[in-house]
């Protein structure tokens, strides 16, 4: 075998496999968010049929219990939009140490029927009941002192932190979602093997 010819080929490949991760590993432009203007037309919120709600969690000293569920909701379609709105002040309480949050659970809730005009937005304000008014001061009197301490330099770590939190529920559209036809076999019992110990 002739040495020339075999350095011509270990030299060859390594050339080809260069210009191969060159030519996919170069960085280029990506058009990940794309210039299209599509991004503008994405509203922060919980769509319900086509109308989008955002809600948040308002202390207001003029309210019963000093704290309030405010909430938009705004339809920019052409329409006039009704939904059935259900919207939850959720609780969660979480340990600083652990890796995954609980899942937060719903302590009030309210449901209501909303119509909203076309291009219109609609504002809705719910008293909190006393009894979590109560504890959502006392979770936001921790949340202060934590962050005072924190200031000072002295930080101890608490056993369990509470969030509050609005979320909304209702269709996710008004169009009927048809059955999907393929799956019909799963949802046939299965037949369980006896195990061979």
Do not use: C
Not at 58 to 67: I, Q
Not at 175 to 192: G, S
Request: aromatic share 6%.
């Amino acid at each position: 075998m002739n040495p020339l010819r075999s350095l011509a080929t270990v030299l060859g490949f390594a050339a080809i496999t260069t210009a191969a991760a060159v030519t996919v590993f170069w960085p280029k432009a990506t058009l990940a968010d794309g210039d299209d203007g599509k991004g503008d037309l994405v509203l922060d919120g919980t769509k319900v049929n086509h109308v989008v709600v955002q809600g948040e969690l308002v202390k207001d000293p003029k309210a019963k219990t000093g704290w309030v569920i405010e909430f938009k909701a705004q339809n920019n379609g052409t329409e006039e939009e009704t939904a059935d709105l259900e919207s939850d002040l959720t609780r969660m309480v979480s340990n600083p140490m652990s890796r995954a949050a609980p899942m937060p659970t719903a302590v009030f809730k309210k449901k209501e029927k909303i119509t909203v005009a076309a291009g219109q937005t609609v504002t809705k304000r719910y008293d909190v009941p006393a009894a979590i008014a109560s504890q959502i001061t006392a979770a936001k009197n921790a949340e202060a002192k934590l962050e005072k301490a924190q200031a000072a330099g002295k930080y101890a770590m608490p056993k369990a932190i509470t969030y509050f939190d609005v979320a909304f529920k209702g269709p996710w559209t008004d169009e009927a979602i048809a059955m999907p036809t393929n799956r019909k076999f799963a949802m046939l019992p299965q037949r369980v093997m006896p195990s061979r110990l």
